[in-house]
């Protein structure tokens, strides 16, 4: 479901019934939500009311989405005063939400899977990752962050799943430096379709590395050869429905797109970074 959903956009009661610390400076809460559960997609986001004290909702993206129990898991870092307060909430307490929002990871063709992740960018990742496996896809994770405590969500890394690739940059877990030298080569990538979320330099790091971005997209029979390749914007958000501008970002034509209502992923080749 799109932004432009008026039922997306009608604002919904939600229930927390946990609310459990991460650690480094993260928490997981799962909310009942029926209906936002019924057509949440990997990639989406709620729009959350955090208290009386701040004007503006914040974004958060879906990690997981249960149809059949009615809940959505959410895995949030704290960074400031609205993300604060929902670390507060405790089960039983209600939260003003409206979504799911935004574009979603589309389902590529592709028999194999790459999920590329930086730090809380592995939140919507999971979602997609879990959607690969039921879609029979291989699905390959590599998952960084600067130090261990920040590789959020471990205990839902099964290795009977899916292959996880683990990078800290202090190397106090896998391999040591960060998660884009992690990656194979781009020649390595052909056929297969990569998804990435993270910090805006990773972005950038991901789609130089598979022949994207300025100055790297070589020949058309080079570019032929290269992955599918989507991304997953970070970005804070005022309205989110698309109303305010204030997420736009640039493009190859010139018009810009916004994060909230476009996106918040979008095909490599639709931006500028």
Excluded at 38 to 61: K, V
Aim: charged residues 20%.
């Amino acid at each position: 479901m799109q932004s432009g959903s008026g039922l997306a956009l009608a604002p919904q009661t939600a229930m927390i019934i946990s609310n459990k610390d991460e650690g480094g400076g993260c928490f997981r809460l799962v909310l009942v939500a029926p209906r936002a559960a019924g057509t949440a997609r990997p990639g989406q986001f709620l729009h959350i009311r955090c208290g009386e004290d701040t004007y503006l909702r914040r974004p958060i993206s879906i990690a997981d989405a249960d149809p059949t129990e009615g809940t959505l898991t959410l895995l949030i870092r704290r960074v400031g005063r609205g993300t604060d307060w929902l670390a507060c909430r405790r089960p039983g307490e209600r939260l003003d939400v409206i979504g799911p929002l935004g574009n979603g990871f589309p389902v590529a063709d592709a028999d194999e899977w790459w999920l590329v992740a930086g730090g809380i960018g592995w939140a919507p990742l999971r979602f997609l990752a879990r959607r690969g496996v039921a879609l029979g896809k291989t699905v390959r994770v590599f998952y960084g962050a600067r130090t261990v405590s920040e590789l959020i969500g471990l205990e839902d890394l099964d290795p009977y799943l899916c292959e996880f690739n683990l990078t800290t940059d202090d190397g106090s877990l896998g391999q040591a430096g960060n998660v884009v030298g992690a990656l194979p080569e781009a020649k390595d990538a052909a056929g297969t379709a990569v998804f990435a979320c993270g910090p805006r330099e990773m972005l950038k790091a991901v789609a130089r590395r598979f022949g994207y971005g300025s100055g790297a997209n070589g020949s058309a029979g080079a570019a032929a050869q290269r992955p599918a390749l989507y991304l997953s914007l970070e970005e804070r958000l005022a309205c989110g429905v698309g109303a305010c501008l204030g997420c736009a970002v640039e493009t190859p034509t010139g018009l810009p797109k916004r994060v909230c209502a476009d996106g918040p992923v979008f095909a490599a080749e639709e931006i500028r970074l």
